[in-house]
């Protein structure tokens, strides 16, 4: 692992596991701001959390770990009050972890069509010297979602070749159009209004968004894998967000 940050979050949510308090010392006790809705803020939040856990429930494997200056960004298969598959972003200040952002959804019970889990796949970042040059691309994209500038799509990718991790989706670009519609049929519609962040390391980008997933406000957690230019591999975490009168920080969750 390149990076002492990467080390202290990977060793930070290996924690909630373990409950090893050590690794809490990488986290500014005076200023850390909650972006998990669930959690009170500072660390007393992150205290009580672990506290809530019953002594030995918890199980925690970080399968990708990636930095972008202060940020570092984590892909986590848990079983953290049930089976989820989670994104953490945290941001680093003066050496301290100061904020903490996250997307958690529940793991699918089996593979997606096309034989691929929520979790599995490349997990090292390359082209590492492309890191700027795929976050653009990825914005641009997004860009043109939100425009409706469906017509430039195709070119985004390598032809139909696209791989899948979304449960419930298929392989290749033929694969998301169809699941897409299935979606929408259930009353499901996927729906992007504004994308809040873009991190990326080489040739690993995520995207922060909110929108809709049919009539509920949603967070969506998206991250690709980029090859020569094109997108190539997704994985992504859903998560509602709830009414304000349930968040346990003011923060937002972005």
């Known amino acids: 692992m390149s990076s002492d940050r990467k080390r202290e979050v990977v060793d930070l949510l290996k924690s909630i596991e373990t409950g090893d308090s050590k690794p809490l010392a990488s986290v500014n006790p005076d200023k850390y701001i909650q972006h998990n ?3 009170a803020d500072g660390v007393a939040g992150l205290r009580a959390l672990f506290a809530a856990l019953p002594t030995g429930s918890a199980k925690v494997n970080t399968v990708r770990v990636f930095q972008d200056g202060d940020y570092v960004f984590t892909h986590t298969d848990y079983n953290f009050f049930g089976l989820k598959i989670g994104f953490d972003i ?12 996250d997307n958690l959804q529940e793991t699918a019970a089996k593979p997606g069509p096309s034989g691929h889990t929520m979790i599995d796949g490349p997990t090292t970042a390359t082209d590492l010297d492309k890191t700027e040059v795929n976050k653009a691309l990825m914005q641009s994209y997004m860009d043109d979602l939100l425009a409706g500038r469906r017509n430039k799509f195709p070119g985004y990718f390598e032809g139909n070749n696209y791989i899948q991790h979304n449960p419930w989706v298929a392989d ?4 998301l159009s169809a699941g897409l519609q299935t979606l929408a049929q259930e009353g499901k519609a996927v729906k992007y209004d504004r994308v809040h962040m873009v991190l990326g390391e080489g040739n690993f980008i995520l995207v922060v968004a909110e929108g809709g997933f049919g009539d509920r406000p949603t967070a969506y957690y998206d991250m690709y894998r980029i090859q020569n230019g094109k997108i190539a591999e997704h994985w992504d975490a859903l998560e ?14 972005f």
């Not at 945290?90 to 952002?101: A, L, N, P, S, Y």
């Not at 509602?240 to 969750?253: L, V």
């Open 37 to 39: 809705l669930a959690v």
């Open 90 to 101: 945290f941001r680093f200040e003066d050496g301290k972890i100061v904020e903490h952002w």
């Open 172 to 175: 290749n670009l033929t694969g």
């Open 240 to 253: 509602t967000i709830p009414p304000r009168a349930d968040w346990k920080n003011s923060n937002g969750k």
